[in-house]
């Protein structure tokens, strides 16, 4: 049952130092994030003068309406090399366990001694001589072509800049609470790389509206998932 407090003593007078104190405490908070911002530069804002901005929170380049991060390369140089019949490529979102896939794929070659040359590329520990990313500026990826085969390869690009004809795609998927942790920590620990100002909270909501690293997580995985014809053989998901 509930019971009725009295006009002149509902407290009010109490109240109010309590809601002024709180307000007090959000005024610091947002002078002291500001003056941080500050404190960061204006890095940011002039390097969007040079990429075309699509209102995210990170230094980021558009490639037909995607967003990739601006270290990324030839998102859409399909002639980066001849597909075999041999080829593995991985794909995945960002931060969805690409380092340990292409172990794994490493490994099960290996043991199967397959290739028996001691001197294979997939006979070090170097993943970007292994495995290298796709997506590395061109002086730094070497002629893929001129490697020996079996080829594993990996890429985070979307399925649209994908080229045709790969022979064996993996698809990694990982869940999407771990994917947002994981990217969270990424884009602190290479803030050269992305210039992020805003906390965690921050960074759950853009991860939601698909304003993170290589744009949206559900359409990135979701297209691999409606569309697998493109390629020669069914699209493998772990």
């Not at 597909?83 to 070659?109: A, K, N, Q, Y």
């Not at 028996?116 to 500026?137: G, K």
């Not at 100002?197 to 853009?206: P, S």
């Amino acid at each position: 049952m509930l019971s009725t407090i009295p006009r002149d003593q509902d407290n009010t007078d109490k109240a109010l130092p309590t809601e002024t104190t709180g307000s007090l405490k959000r005024d610091e908070v947002e002078k002291k994030e500001k003056r941080g911002a500050r404190r960061q530069g204006n890095r940011r804002k002039e390097f969007m003068k040079e990429y075309p901005p699509l209102a995210l929170p990170i230094m980021h380049q558009d490639v037909d309406g995607i967003s990739y991060p601006t270290h990324v390369s030839n998102v859409k140089a399909y002639n980066l090399f001849t597909p075999r019949t041999d080829d593995t490529l991985v794909v995945t979102f960002p931060r969805s366990g690409t380092t340990w896939t292409l172990e794994i794929i490493r490994s099960i070659h290996l043991v199967h001694q397959v290739p028996s040359d001691p001197l294979h590329p997939l006979r070090t520990l170097n993943h970007q001589v292994s495995a290298p990313w796709i997506n590395l500026p061109r002086h730094r990826l070497g002629d893929l072509d001129s490697k020996p085969g079996p080829r594993i390869m990996k890429t985070h690009n979307h399925y649209q800049h994908i080229a045709p004809g790969m022979t064996r795609l993996i698809h990694v998927i990982r869940e999407a609470r771990d994917v947002a942790c994981s990217g969270y920590h990424h884009t602190l620990d290479a803030n050269h790389l992305f210039g992020y100002l805003g906390t965690w909270d921050d960074y759950q909501r853009h991860f939601l509206k698909g304003q993170t690293e290589s744009d949206d997580y559900w359409y990135f995985n979701q297209r691999f998932y409606d569309n697998p014809k493109k390629f020669q053989h069914p699209v493998s998901r772990v």
